[in-house]
Structures are given as C-alpha cells and as structure tokens.
C-alpha cells in the first residue's frame, strides 16, 4: 500500500481531529438521532434525516483519518537537513519574471494550505523543486503559462 508522507505536526493534527470525532462529535450525533427518533414518524422526520445524513459524514471521515494514519510515513522535519529541496523543506524561491519572492514549506496533502504558506508535496511547484539546490532555476507549467523561478534558500525547521 502507498504511505502518505506527513510531518510530526500533520499527524498530531490528524490525530486530534479523529479523537474530536470518536469522542465528542460522534455521542452527539448518536443522541440527535435517539431524540429525533423520538419524535415519531421516521419518514417525514426532517431530524432524523439530517442526523443520520451528518452521521454518514463523520464516520466516513473516521474511517478516512483512520486509514490515512495507519498509512502514514511521519517525517520528523527538526531532524532533517541538506542542500537540496526535499520534502519538509522550507524553500524561498523568487519569480525570474517579477522578482516576486515566496517561501513555501513542503508538506502531506492533508497539510497544505497556501495562507500558512505550506504546498502539498503532489503540487506542481513543488514536483519541480525537488532535487534543486540554492541557485537551481526550475519551471513550473500554469495555465497561464510556464514560469521560472529560482531557488534563494533552503531550510528544514
């Protein structure tokens, strides 16, 4: 089976919303749907439908975080270090167009999120970095068009 490569910090992370899930979300929709059953008439209970609905929700998220934990590769960032652009590495690349600079740190899927400047390893962007060292210039092909960027730093922290 494929890992899925997550930082220390991604885990926890996984970790804390499946615990929220089983131990808090889940008793509550069980009692919602206890009270609604109360209510009569399961067909035309609106209640009872919209708890079960959110019951589908959360335990097929269970089961997502349960299957993506016990597949997880988690990759300690702090122990980490080198010259060249790998996953968990924090890299400031700047746009040979613009001199637009950015820093990105390279991270699992479940991570990314753009605003904290974190890229998902599975990311054009970060496809193209990997390997580079400080001075690479790379290519990322975007629907606007190829842009090349540099490589300015790289750092594992």
């Known amino acids: 089976m494929q890992?899925?490569?997550?930082?220390?910090?991604?885990?926890?992370a996984l970790e804390t919303e499946l615990k929220q899930l089983k131990t808090i979300e889940r008793p509550i929709i069980i009692n919602a749907i206890a009270v609604a059953r109360d209510h009569g008439d399961l067909i035309e209970?609106?209640?009872?439908?919209?708890?079960k609905e959110k019951q589908g929700f959360i335990e097929g998220r269970i089961q997502e975080l349960d299957t993506k934990l016990s597949l997880a590769q988690v990759i300690d960032v702090?122990?980490?270090?080198?010259?060249?652009?790998?996953?968990?590495?924090?890299?400031?690349?700047?746009?040979?167009d613009t001199d637009e600079e950015s820093r990105y740190q390279i991270v699992g899927e479940d991570e990314a999120n753009i605003k904290d400047g974190k890229i998902s390893i599975t990311a054009p962007i970060s496809r193209a970095m990997i390997g580079k060292e400080i001075g690479d210039v790379f290519e990322v092909h975007a629907p606007s068009g190829a842009k090349g960027y540099e490589i300015l730093n790289i750092s594992f922290t």
Do not use: C, L, R
């Open 45 to 51: 209970n609106a209640e009872y439908h919209a708890a």
């Open 3 to 12: 890992k899925f490569p997550m930082t220390t910090i991604g885990h926890a």
């Open 78 to 96: 702090s122990q980490m270090s080198g010259d060249t652009v790998k996953f968990g590495a924090t890299v400031q690349i700047v746009n040979e």
